[in-house]
DNA sequence: CTAAAAACATACTGAGTAGTATGTTTTGTT
DNA sequence: AACAAAACATACTACTCAGTATGTTTTTAG
C-alpha cells in the first residue's frame, strides 16, 4: 500500500501546479497524465472525478502547505505586528513556491471555483478560516499585552490585511514584477504600526 | 450602419456578463450565441476571434464603466480621505452591476488571464494604471491641501487601498456575503483616517 | 432600380474533453 | 505457489469547442 500512496500523490503534485500556472478549467487530464506519466485507468482509479481530485488537492496540498506558511509563523510570542509584517514579507518576497507571474493559488481558485462549485467554496472557505482565525488571535493577544490599541477590532484589522494580501498578489500577476510587493509592503508596515 | 452596431454591442453586452459570472474560458461562444440569439456567422463578422472578443469587452465595456465608477467620482474637490471612502462605499455596498458572488470583471479577467495573454494583460493594466494615476492625484491633491500628511507617499497608499479593494471582492465571492464588505469599510476608514 | 458590398445564416471540421469499458499486471494473504 | 483484490494500462465513446466554408439576405451607393 506504498507505491499506490506514491501514485496518487504524485498526481496531487503535478496537478496542483498546473493547475496553480494555468487554472483548473483549462489544466485537463490529459495534461496531468501526460507531465506524471500516469495513465488514465490509474487517475481514475484514485480518483472519482476531476472534482474529487480538486478537493483533494485543496486538503492535501494546499491545506498543509497553508499551515506551514501563513499559519506556523503567527504562533509565536514576538511582537504581533512584527509577526503579521514577516509573515506577509516572507510570503510576498522570499517564498520560492508562490510565483509573482501566477498570484495565490488558493485564491485563484476561490476566483475561479466559489460561484458555481459550492463544495469547491466550502473546502477554500476553511482554508481561509483558519488563517483569519489565526490573525484574530494574534491582534486579540497583541491588545492584552497592551502592544496593540485596545480600541483595535481585530476582525476589521484581519479582514483589512487578508484582503491586502489577496488583492497585491492580483496586481502582481498584472505587472509580473515585485516591485508592487514592495510597495504594498511599506504601507503595510505604516498601516500595522497605527495600530499600535 | 446602425443596426450592425447593434449586434455588436448586444454580443459585447451579453458576452461580458456571462464572462463575469462563469469566467471567459468556461464561456464558450456557442454560449452566446444562445443568449443573444446571434449566429455564428454574425459573431465571425464583427470579431477575429474569441480573444478579439474579449479585448473588445475590457476596451468597450469595461473600460467606460470603470472611468463612470472608479475614476469620475474623484474629480470633485471634496476632501479626499472622504472621496475615497465614498467611492468604495459605493462600489462594495451601492453598485448594483457588481455582484458580491462574482467579484471584480476586473480581477476576475486578470486572475484568469493576465499570465498566459499578453494582450489581455496590457488592456487590464492600462485600465487600471488609470484608477491608479486618480488615486495618486486625488492623494497629492490632498497633501497640498493640508488634508493628508505631508509624509504619506502616494504610490504607496494607492496600491494599498487598491489591494485592499480586490481582495475583498476575492473574499466577498467565497463568503457570498456583503458583511465582509462592512467589516473591511470601517477598517478602510480608519486607516484612511491615519493619514490625516 | 441595380449591383456590390455589408451583414448575417447554416452546416460542417478537426481537435480537444471528461469519463468508461475492458482489459492486464502487480501485490498481499494464506 | 495460488488466488483474490488492488493497482494500473489501453482503447474507446459521446460530447463540446473554436473556427471555417459556403451560402443567403439586407443595406447602401450610384
Redesign the pocket.
Known amino acids: 500500500?506504498?507505491?499506490?500512496?506514491?501514485?496518487?500523490f504524485s498526481i496531487l503534485r503535478k496537478a496542483f501546479e498546473l493547475i496553480y500556472t494555468k487554472g483548473y478549467?483549462?489544466?485537463?487530464?490529459?495534461?496531468i497524465l501526460a507531465t506524471t506519466?500516469?495513465?488514465?485507468?490509474?487517475?481514475?482509479?484514485?480518483?472519482?472525478?476531476?472534482?474529487e481530485?480538486g478537493l483533494a488537492i485543496i486538503n492535501e496540498i494546499l491545506k498543509p502547505n497553508f499551515a506551514k506558511n501563513f499559519i506556523d509563523p503567527l504562533k509565536n510570542d514576538q511582537d504581533p505586528i512584527e509577526l503579521i509584517y514577516n509573515m506577509m514579507y516572507h510570503l510576498l518576497m522570499e517564498n520560492e513556491f508562490l510565483k509573482v507571474e501566477y498570484g495565490c493559488p488558493a485564491a485563484n481558485l476561490t476566483q475561479e471555483m466559489a460561484p458555481w462549485n459550492e463544495r469547491f467554496a466550502k473546502a477554500l472557505d476553511e482554508l481561509v478560516n483558519q488563517w483569519n482565525k489565526s490573525l484574530i488571535a494574534t491582534i486579540e493577544k497583541g491588545k492584552k499585552d497592551g502592544r496593540i490599541r485596545q480600541n483595535v477590532d481585530a476582525k476589521q484589522v484581519t479582514f483589512f490585511v487578508m484582503s491586502g494580501y489577496w488583492g497585491i498578489r492580483n496586481f502582481g500577476k498584472l505587472e509580473n514584477n515585485r516591485s508592487v510587493y514592495v510597495s504594498y509592503l511599506k504601507e503595510l508596515k505604516n498601516y500595522l504600526n497605527s495600530l499600535r
Do not use: L, W
Request: proline share 0%; aromatic share 12%; charged share 35%.
Open positions: 500500500m506504498k507505491k499506490a500512496e506514491a501514485t496518487r478549467q483549462t489544466t485537463s487530464i490529459d495534461d506519466k500516469v495513465t488514465k485507468g490509474a487517475f481514475y482509479y484514485h480518483f472519482k472525478n476531476k472534482d481530485m
